[in-house]
């Protein structure tokens, strides 16, 4: 059997699609030698087509799944987005309601797929991918991130038209822009090395992905 249909990875854009592969390749995690072709990553389009009901249930019970991890934001509550997401776990998951471990959630069972799942960034705070990769810009410019933040925050208060939600993304972009080279894509940007490779919340992250794929 193809490897691609027992491990499979639920994200909510193609933006993940595209970041994640080369996050867990700076932890020296093999795709394969076209980049995907051991993990079926699918692309949910948004995070309500992720949460909408059936969606991960119907992974979970595709023809082959070993193991399903899913990766997701927690946007503006993580405590909201946790409780709408153990909601779509099945009953036969009997630990799915224990506490969310800071470490991401594994869940296995006996005749069933083992399930996974991380809230960006760090599985107990508010935001997003873009709040993750903010933790793995190199150390020793502080002056240089902090100013980022606060042209983003005055380019907002000027009436630049991102939304309050998406704060995160204009800090990190505006970020990007000042990098060598200028204004690369997330996924260009890592694997760029433009971000720092040894952070602890990179390796918690890569960590939860070993012990849910069993690597």
Same mark, same amino acid.
């Given at each position: 059997?193809?490897?691609?249909?027992?491990? =499979?990875? &639920?994200?909510? %854009?193609?933006?993940?699609?595209?970041?994640?592969?080369?996050?867990?390749?700076?932890?020296?995690?093999?795709?394969?030698?076209?980049?995907?072709?051991?993990?079926?990553?699918?692309?949910?389009?948004? $995070?309500?087509?992720?949460?909408?009901? %059936?969606?991960?249930?119907?992974?979970?019970?595709? +023809?082959?799944?070993?193991?399903?991890? $899913?990766?997701?934001?927690?946007?503006?509550?993580?405590?909201?987005?946790?409780?709408?997401?153990?909601?779509?776990? +099945?009953?036969?998951?009997?630990?799915?309601?224990?506490?969310?471990?800071?470490?991401?959630?594994?869940?296995?069972?006996?005749?069933?797929?083992?399930?996974?799942?991380?809230?960006?960034?760090?599985?107990?705070?508010?935001?997003? $991918?873009?709040?993750?990769?903010?933790?793995?810009? +190199?150390?020793?410019?502080?002056?240089?991130?902090?100013?980022?933040?606060?042209?983003?925050?005055?380019?907002?208060? &000027?009436?630049?038209?991102?939304?309050? =939600?998406?704060?995160?993304?204009?800090?990190?972009?505006?970020?990007?822009?000042?990098?060598?080279? +200028?204004?690369?894509?997330?996924?260009?940007? =890592?694997?760029?090395?433009?971000?720092?490779?040894?952070?602890?919340?990179?390796?918690?992250?890569?960590?939860?992905?070993?012990?849910?794929?069993?690597?």
């Amino acid at each position: 059997m193809n490897r691609s249909f027992e491990r =499979v990875l &639920l994200v909510e %854009g193609d933006e993940e699609k595209r970041l994640i592969p080369h996050l867990m390749a700076q932890a020296g995690i093999d795709w394969g030698p076209k980049g995907s072709e051991y993990y079926n990553i699918h692309v949910a389009g948004s $995070v309500d087509e992720l949460l909408k009901p %059936g969606t991960i249930e119907a992974l979970l019970k595709a +023809p082959g799944c070993e193991t399903l991890g $899913v990766i997701l934001d927690a946007n503006d509550s993580f405590q909201s987005r946790q409780a709408r997401l153990r909601a779509r776990i +099945p009953a036969h998951y009997t630990a799915k309601d224990q506490d969310w471990p800071p470490e991401g959630l594994v869940l296995r069972e006996r005749g069933l797929p083992s399930f996974g799942a991380w809230i960006m960034p760090d599985n107990s705070s508010r935001g997003m $991918v873009e709040t993750f990769l903010a933790y793995l810009r +190199p150390a020793g410019n502080s002056d240089l991130d902090q100013l980022a933040e606060r042209t983003a925050e005055e380019a907002h208060r &000027l009436g630049a038209p991102f939304k309050d =939600v998406h704060r995160d993304k204009a800090r990190i972009h505006t970020w990007l822009a000042w990098q060598d080279p +200028p204004g690369r894509q997330l996924h260009n940007a =890592v694997m760029e090395n433009i971000f720092s490779t040894n952070h602890p919340l990179l390796s918690a992250f890569t960590g939860w992905f070993r012990r849910l794929y069993q690597l």
